[in-house]
């Protein structure tokens, strides 16, 4: 099975930071991932996938880039509405592994 | 507006059964794959499984954990999705979520979720 490693685990930032959010494919996985948003209590949202195209009705400020086995999730001004909980997903092979997960938190 | 409305979950002892629904409206339902996909309390996200779409025969994949005891199928004339959950296991307890693939990946959208409890 391939191994997604999601980092950091914990990330404390302020409004209009830019931050950004790197997952790890222990094999090279192309282009195959997705980013979800998670809030407490609610079901994950996609907010990129392909590793870089950014779902409809997704705020421009979310961008993902890479290819094969790093890729990286930035949000290029934090607004208050994003703390939450982000994870990466490959959708190379099975099984569809999800990261770990990053929490976002207001600093 | 794509509608995913899970149902089913509840508490259930160890070795029992239990089958989840996932009610889908708003698209052709026979076109897209579908997906389960649980979260343990406080924990992150575990793919469950597969249903591919009917041009693929609504052929299936499975994650290890759960491989020989789960079984996800489809009823085309009701546009539902179910798994069917046999010789559950104290570990099986978290919400479980559907979830429908914009191409054949991509998992958008999610469903709200139904939490299942394995409990004696």
């Known amino acids: 099975d391939i191994q997604l490693t999601q980092s950091p685990s914990f990330l404390s930032a302020s409004v209009g930071d830019r931050v950004t959010i790197t997952c790890r494919a ?3 996985i192309s282009n195959f991932l997705a980013w979800f948003q998670q809030k407490p209590g609610k079901a994950p949202k996609l907010l990129i ?12 400020r979310f961008s993902g880039s890479g290819s094969g086995t790093e890729f990286t999730l930035t949000i290029s001004s934090l607004q208050p509405e ?9 959708l190379y092979s099975y099984p569809l592994t999800f ?3 990053t929490r976002l938190e207001i600093k | 507006e794509v509608q995913l409305v899970e149902s089913g979950g509840g508490l259930v002892q160890p070795g029992g059964s239990l089958r989840l ?3 889908a409206s708003g698209f052709t339902f026979s076109d897209h794959y579908m997906e389960w996909v649980r979260q343990a309390p406080g924990k992150g996200l575990e793919w469950v499984g597969r249903s591919r779409n009917k041009a693929n025969s609504y052929s299936t994949e499975y994650a290890a ?17 179910y798994l069917q959950m046999n010789s559950l296991k104290t570990e099986d307890t978290a919400v479980y ?20 409890t394995v409990s004696s």
Do not use: H, M
């Open chain 1, 26 to 28: 222990s094999q090279g």
């Open chain 1, 49 to 60: 996938y392909a590793a870089s195209t950014l779902q409809t009705g997704v705020p421009s």
């Open chain 1, 82 to 90: 994003d703390f939450a909980t982000y994870y990466c997903q490959l």
């Open chain 2, 65 to 81: 954990s759960v491989k020989g005891r789960f079984t996800i199928s489809r009823d085309e004339s009701k546009n539902s999705l």
């Open chain 1, 99 to 101: 990261g770990q997960g």
């Open chain 2, 97 to 116: 979520y559907c979830a429908r693939d914009l191409d054949t990946n991509w998992f958008d959208p999610w469903g709200q979720g139904t939490l299942v």
């Open chain 2, 21 to 23: 629904s996932c009610a």
